[in-house]
């Protein structure tokens, strides 16, 4: 059962141009939201993240957008830089009780090109 | 401030061998977060400890695995009698508590011949 999806397993942006990674998720409990930048052979980055309070968080050429109602996220990376292929991870987690596991999607691998 | 580590980054082991892999958190992170991923998937959590408590380990396969994150020293997953679908990347994660951002390390990528 896969919470959170990431439909879109690559994408190529020219250098400059606006970059737009999706996720979806399904589970209603989630109340914040992550994106993290992974390299090859390396660990996860924490990019910005979002409180479900919220709808939109800015920081620098990241911004997260969240649409509750339809259970999407999206990244917004402007401008692009070739320094941001990399693959990106959204992850949710349901902060209630005791929990604090994150429940990441597959991915989406963006490429920027010169 | 050293960011989280992790040690060894590579572990070769045959089947039926034990592994252990190391995870220090960064300094002021008592919350510890093992994940593994599987090849060309996202991360799925293992299990979550905090000093000398295990908080979650819903994800942690119920035979072989364990972990644990003493008083003093790093937290330690210990896998035994490993077979091949054990292959995989292991990342663990920490933060200052629970309602904060969790932090990861470079991962330990184990092989198992």
């Known amino acids: 059962d896969q919470q959170v999806k990431q439909n879109s397993p690559s994408l190529s942006v020219q250098e400059g141009r606006i970059s737009i990674l999706n996720c979806d998720y399904t589970?209603?409990?989630?109340?914040?939201f992550l994106w993290y930048k992974k390299y090859p052979a390396e660990g996860p980055t924490f990019l910005i993240s979002?409180?479900?309070?919220?709808d939109k968080n800015e920081d620098g050429r990241f911004t997260v957008f969240l649409n509750k109602s339809a259970k999407h996220l999206s990244l917004h990376i402007v401008p692009s830089q070739p320094g941001d292929s990399a693959v990106y991870f959204c992850a949710a987690s349901a902060r209630t009780g005791t929990a604090s596991k994150l429940t990441f999607g597959t991915g989406t691998r963006l490429q920027v090109t010169l | 401030n050293a960011g989280v580590m992790q040690n060894p980054r590579h572990l070769v082991r045959r089947r039926g061998q034990e592994a252990r892999l190391r995870c220090s958190p960064m300094?002021?992170?008592?919350?510890v977060y093992w994940y593994r991923q599987l090849p060309e998937e996202g991360l799925k959590f293992m299990v979550y400890l905090q000093k000398e408590n295990i908080i979650d380990e819903s994800g942690m396969p119920k035979e072989r695995f364990s972990a644990e994150f003493p008083k003093e020293g790093p937290s330690i997953l210990r896998i035994q009698q490993v077979v091949r679908g054990d292959s995989a990347a292991y990342f663990c994660?920490?933060?200052?508590?629970?309602?904060?951002?969790?932090?990861f390390g470079a991962g330990t990528r184990l092989s198992v011949l």
């Open positions: 300094k002021g992170h008592s919350h």
């Open positions: 589970n209603s409990m989630f109340d914040y």
């Open positions: 979002i409180s479900s309070i919220k």
């Open positions: 994660a920490s933060s200052e508590d629970r309602l904060n951002i969790q932090y």
